[in-house]
Every structure is written in structure tokens, then in C-alpha cells.
């Protein structure tokens, strides 16, 4: 997979909000199937799938260990995924910020045109 | 997902990105900001050096609105759409179309303010045409869209970490 493909993979695997809690579970220490299964109350073959997109989008990778294939979350990937995704909520964020002050000052001026009020 | 600041922004489905972000100010002031040109026009920048030179907002349903930026290199950025649906001061639903159209159609935008103890929530939904142009917005701001002011973005957004 080229890097903008991984990166494509990697936003489409993190739209989903199972997919997310799963990372965020395995963010604390490697799981199996069996472990994952029970807190989100899901099929193992329901979460096979996720574990699936996870692994194709190269977010997780998964032990050799036949029985149990633990499941290991991958950190690059998902802090260039988040990377820039952080640049695009920043540029947002920056903008809202002058919107802010706009507000503290509608507000002010709104106060003075009616002090009774409030 | 790493949401430090005020701003969340959440991927939903395939062909979604939500935002939601509190202000502190009633609903009516927050609408009047996002829909008053005179208004917008002192907020919605874009990327940093860039500026907000034409607002145009016919606030009717099936009224358009238009909204160009200037670049530090006086390059233009344009893009507009429709309103669809029009309740004031709490939901917008308009179509989104820049005019390069590196968002590969039109999008959809939903706007929906919500007034808490004297407090806005605004959730913004856009619905994108499809994934790939999803992916490509988010990525967007840093390569070719907002493009042109690249590597002044960087370094600014380098010195503000």
C-alpha cells in the first residue's frame, strides 16, 4: 500500500466508534479476540471484522500464536492518521478562537444597548 | 482521537467529519456571527495569513451564498453552495462546493446550534460526496487546497506547538 492509500485506510478504520473504543482498549496492553469480544458485547466474529479493517489499515498488528493471535496496537500509523487530523482541527480551532472574541464583544456591546436586561 | 482543544472533530461513517465546539455567548449572538457577513467576515479566515474578501449570504431557503478568501501570495480560494433548509437561530443545511472542486462534488453541510445556560453548543456535520474526497479535505489544508500558502502554514503551525 502507498502511504496516502495507508493513510486513506487509516481515516476509514478510524470512522468507526467500535473501532475506536478497540484501540483505545488496546492502547493499554495487547488483547485476543476472546478479550475484546466481552466488554463491547459483540460477536467474536464481529469483532474479527473490525480487527480486520484495523489490521488492513495497518493500525494494529496481530501475534503469530495460533490460538489466541493477540492483538498489538501499532503507534506510527495512528499518529500520522491523527496527525492530521490534529493540523485540520487546529486550522478550525484557530478560526473559532477569533470567533470568540467576536462574541465577547456582541456581548458587551448587547449589555450596554440594554443594561436592564440580564 | 487527539482533540486537545476546544474543538472536537470526529470521523463518522465513511463520507463524514463532525465537528462540535462550545462558545460562550448565547445562541442568537453565535448565529448572528456564522450568517451576517460584516460578521463572518472578522472571524472565518481560513489558514493563517489568509483573509475573508467576499461574504455573500442570502439567508432564504434556496438563497445562495458565496465566500472567496485571499492567500498571502493574493491567491483566491472560492466556494459556495445552497441553503437548504433555514431555521433561525438553530440549523442551517446547505450544499458545499468549492471552486476548484478538489472535494470531487458537492458536499453537505449541517449546522445546528443548541443554547445550554446562556452557552452554544455548534455541531457542524459535513456529508462529503464520497470517502476518497472525505480523506482528501482532511488532508487537504496542509497539501493542495488551501495550498498555496503551504509553507508559511507549516511554519506557523511549526511555532505555535
Known amino acids: ?118 | 482521537m487527539l482533540n486537545t482543544g476546544a474543538l472536537k472533530l470526529t470521523l463518522s461513517g465513511d463520507r463524514e467529519v463532525v465537528f462540535t465546539r462550545q462558545f460562550d455567548a448565547p445562541r442568537q449572538l453565535v448565529w448572528d456571527a456564522m450568517t451576517k457577513p460584516e460578521l463572518l467576515k472578522r472571524w472565518l479566515f481560513g489558514p493563517p495569513g489568509w483573509s475573508m474578501e467576499v461574504c455573500e449570504m442570502d439567508m432564504r431557503v434556496g438563497g445562495k451564498y458565496r465566500w472567496v478568501w485571499r492567500g498571502p501570495d493574493g491567491v483566491e480560494m472560492g466556494m459556495g453552495g445552497v441553503h437548504h433548509e433555514i431555521v433561525p437561530p438553530a440549523k442551517i443545511v446547505n450544499t458545499q462546493l468549492f471552486d476548484q472542486d478538489w472535494t470531487g462534488g458537492e458536499a453537505v453541510g449541517t449546522l445546528t446550534l443548541t443554547e445550554q445556560n446562556g452557552k452554544t453548543l455548534l455541531t457542524n456535520t459535513v456529508r462529503y460526496a464520497t470517502p476518497e474526497a472525505r480523506d482528501a479535505v482532511l488532508k487537504t489544508p496542509m497539501e493542495q487546497g488551501m495550498a498555496m500558502g503551504y509553507d508559511r502554514l507549516e511554519q506557523l503551525l511549526a511555532a505555535t506547538k
Not at chain 1, 18 to 47: E, H, N
Not at chain 1, 54 to 78: M, T, W
Open chain 1, 1 to 118: 500500500m502507498s502511504p496516502t492509500a495507508r493513510l486513506d485506510a487509516a481515516f476509514a478504520a478510524l470512522a468507526d466508534p467500535t473501532r475506536r473504543a478497540i484501540l483505545a482498549r488496546l492502547a493499554t496492553g495487547q488483547a485476543s479476540v476472546t478479550d475484546l469480544a466481552k466488554p463491547f458485547s459483540m460477536s467474536q466474529p464481529a469483532i474479527s471484522k473490525h480487527l480486520k479493517v484495523l489490521e488492513r489499515a495497518g493500525l494494529i498488528s496481530r501475534g503469530r500464536d495460533a490460538q489466541r493471535r493477540p492483538c498489538r496496537i501499532n503507534p506510527k500509523p495512528l499518529a500520522e492518521a491523527n496527525g492530521w487530523l490534529e493540523k485540520y482541527r487546529r486550522l478550525w480551532e484557530e478560526n473559532f478562537q477569533r470567533l470568540d472574541d467576536l462574541l465577547e464583544e456582541m456581548k458587551a456591546v448587547q449589555k450596554k444597548q440594554s443594561p436592564a436586561k440580564r
